[in-house]
């Protein structure tokens, strides 16, 4: 076998940081610009990752900006551990995957006795109720029973059945439904729930971070694509100001630097 220029010619290293550097990109842990912890998962750029994936291999404690003594670990220069870095930093922004949610939101009529209320259970597979604006009905959503079908990727799978229920607005007698899944989860905390008229349902997609069901975050995050471009990825509406101070923010850098 012939010897490695890099590595320092030990070839178990170079599988095990393969693998290591591999098991990063599955869980989209490299990130341009910065390095740390974000909610308990390390995040870097591709030296940060390589760094990281060294440190746990061979139980180093290299700092993740030190390129000399990667280069000393890894047996191979450290310019180019420099161009690696200059190149990874300079990548145009990739799609990155997102979790897509079809969900179903019942409007229902209830006793009177629960006029302009609002209810949520918030322990647990909860469900919430709210009055739907000035209708007279409620609006029901459950953690669970509201997901009718869930996919991770750069588009959402919408199966044929939902299609024609789509962002039509309440939708009578819709076809597909888990009205009756939602209000016998609800009754164990609101049995006169039983009594409620099911209107009707509207249907939408929710799109949030993957594999993040544990937490249920909704974070809300403003990064430049290029020039004229900004993505903006915002999970609730009250965020929006402040994910429009954002945005400003970037197209005032931006103004200066011409």
Known sequence: MSKLLSYNNDTKLKKNLIR???????????????????NGLFKGCSVGCAVHSLNR???????YNDH???????????????????????????????????????????????KNKSIVVLDGP?????????????????????????NVGHFPHIPEEFRPLMNRGIV??????????????????????RKAEHIGSMFTLRTVLPDVDHTDERPTLVTRVNDKIINVFSGKLGNCVEAAEEVLNLVKESARTF
């Open 20 to 38: 290591e550097m591999q098991k990063h990109r599955k869980a989209d842990q490299f990130v341009k610009g910065t390095y740390g912890k974000d």
């Open 57 to 63: 291999i061979k139980k180093t404690t290299i700092a």
């Open 172 to 193: 009578k007698n819709p076809s597909v439904t888990n009205v009756e899944k939602l209000l016998e989860s609800a009754s164990y905390f609101m049995p006169e729930i």
């Open 68 to 114: 000399l003594e990667l280069s000393k670990a890894m047996g191979c220069p450290e310019w180019l551990w420099r161009l690696n870095d200059t190149l990874f930093e300079n990548l145009p922004n990739a799609k990155r995957n997102y979790q897509f949610e079809l969900c179903e939101k019942m409007v229902l009529r209830l006793p009177e006795k629960f």
């Open 126 to 150: 909860f469900f919430c109720i709210d009055p739907y604006s000035d209708t007279g009905f409620h609006v029901m959503g459950n953690v669970v029973h509201a997901i009718h079908v869930t």
